[in-house]
């Protein structure tokens, strides 16, 4: 287990990233067609350009692919974060 350290932002980003990390993530097309649908019209042409190969990277579309999935990170953090950074997490938000 990595050294605990004094920052809260970096305890709780190595959580979010263990959260992130944690998941399968198999995006189908009509994930990222579904996606695109709720993002900016500039937004979409480019991540339509890059396709869905470049964009299952893009923290975005993981994030909405995970809560269209059922899954939710509040309670992942609240499972494993102290009271005091899980608070400081929803100041953050």
Not at 7 to 36: A, C, G, H, N, V
Not at 48 to 54: E, H, K, S
Not at 59 to 77: I, N
Request: aromatic share 16%.
């Amino acid at each position: 287990m990595p050294p605990t350290t004094s920052d809260p932002k970096q305890r709780i980003q190595r959580i979010i990233l263990d959260y992130y990390q944690s998941i399968p993530f198999e995006p189908t097309p009509p994930d990222f067609t579904e996606w695109l649908q709720t993002i900016s019209p500039a937004e979409r042409e480019l991540y339509q350009w890059m396709g869905l190969d470049t964009c299952r990277s893009m923290l975005a579309f993981r994030r909405y692919c995970f809560r269209k999935w059922g899954h939710r990170l509040e309670p992942y953090l609240a499972e494993r974060l102290s009271l005091e950074d899980f608070r400081f997490w929803l100041t953050m938000e």
